[in-house]
């Protein structure tokens, strides 16, 4: 039996108008039931557990450089946590990908927490001027052409005691964050349950949780905070082989040969480029070079014509385009699998209407989170349709793929004013609360 006991008056009944006539409240202090700062701390530090302790950046060798960057993950997941959960979605597919690749390889020795090691940039190899790093294709072109065997995965750093020992995981630390979500997801539950409602940094809160689980479930695995990467010597190679190698390279901006932007301060915003994206572009750059094989097989006046033409058509850009986004095609093809992605996406804004009938100061304010949590769903939903948006013009579809990002954080930018501005008047009912009296399991 569960008895539960009122520690203020008789909550507000929102459908009666004489209720909503009621005076707002300001800074409520601590008391039996709730307080105002009791309240903001607890859901700030739900929502540290939902940011910080979720993330799990790559590897970088420079302090500096580690520090910063994860504080850009943090900044991430704390304005569009949807975009983190994509990427951990992304990273669980390629450490996948590489498991399945390398099981004939490996005799099913490489497994999921060695494919996300390496895909984090903690495998690199030396050279003249320094390190650079291993990419999972590369790893993988390594073993399939006998360079390399999984035998000796020891000593390349890959055996799972030493990436256990490099990473700072602790599962107990990943229990414990998952109780206290859960703890804050039921206490919320139960106050809707019993007719009280909640504050607009509750409904807030509750929006990282769903997120933050899923993300969570994508990294369980991976290892985190790794401070160094393994650093090896590669096999002996042809100047072919070493060539073909060095080309499939997915970046080099994370090297450390202090070469062009290696090392750069921007380079702590940039996601981590993925193999799938690599692979795009040498597709785009082979079609290429069919269509000028195909064009210079025609007459002199037909080539030049043809070369025109491939200048406008095909898009292998002779300077690096700046990449907004990129979806696995695998997941952003799946029929199955991408609407309930792009459900999950929509999800941070969808659950803001909680606060739907919450009292706001003005009616004003009211409308304005309900707009910018509408925005928010829909904005998400149609940047989510480009599988690639980069910041090159292409027509209307360009407009429209840059424009849902920036109502995306304008709606974002809206909702979080609007929990500050609240708090200067609120619903005197969100203070109150229920406490567990009498509690029996009976078994029978």
Known sequence: MLRLARTCS?????????????????????SPGRGTLGLIVTCLFTIFLCTWVVIHPRVCKRPPLRVLHKIALFLKALIAPEFIAVEGLQEWSQAQRMVKGCAGLTGGGLKLVHAFYIGMLAL????????????????????????VVWDDHAQWGLSEENIRDKSNADGTAKLLALAQVSWFAAQS?????????????????????????????FWWVKPKDVLTPSVVDLPTM???????????????????????KQGSLRSIWYLTPRVFEKEAE????HEAQQKLSEANEKGPT?????AVNLNQKVSVPTVKETVVAHWDPDLYRSKLLWPVI????????????ISWHTRFPTPVESWLWRAAALASILSMLVFMQFEKVVLRWGGLLTVISLVSPLL?????????????????????????????????????
């Not at 040498?282 to 750059?285: I, N, S, V």
């Open 408 to 444: 995306y954080l304008l709606g974002r930018l809206v909702m979080v004013g609007g929990v500050v501005a609240a708090f200067r008047a609120s619903d005197p009912a969100i203070y109150e609360t229920y406490v567990v009296s009498t509690y029996w399991v009976h078994i029978i």
């Open 238 to 260: 042809s100047e072919e082989q070493r060539a073909f190698f060095e080309s499939m390279a997915v970046s080099t901006l994370f090297d450390e040969e202090g070469i062009g």
């Open 302 to 306: 037909q080539k030049v014509e043809r």
């Open 189 to 217: 539950i139960m106050r809707r349950a019993h007719n009280l409602p909640l504050s607009q940094l509750e409904s807030m809160t509750l929006s990282y949780i769903p997120l933050f689980a899923i993300t969570y479930l």
């Open 10 to 30: 008789t909550p507000i009944d929102h459908s009666d108008p004489s209720a909503a006539s009621k005076a707002f409240v300001g800074w409520i202090d601590e």
């Open 342 to 353: 792009c459900i999950f996406g929509a999800s941070f804004g969808a659950l803001h209407l």
């Open 124 to 147: 690199r190899y030396r050279t003249a001027r320094g390190e650079k790093v291993i990419w999972p294709n590369q790893y993988t072109w390594l073993l399939q052409e006998g360079l």
């Open 282 to 285: 040498d597709r785009a750059l």
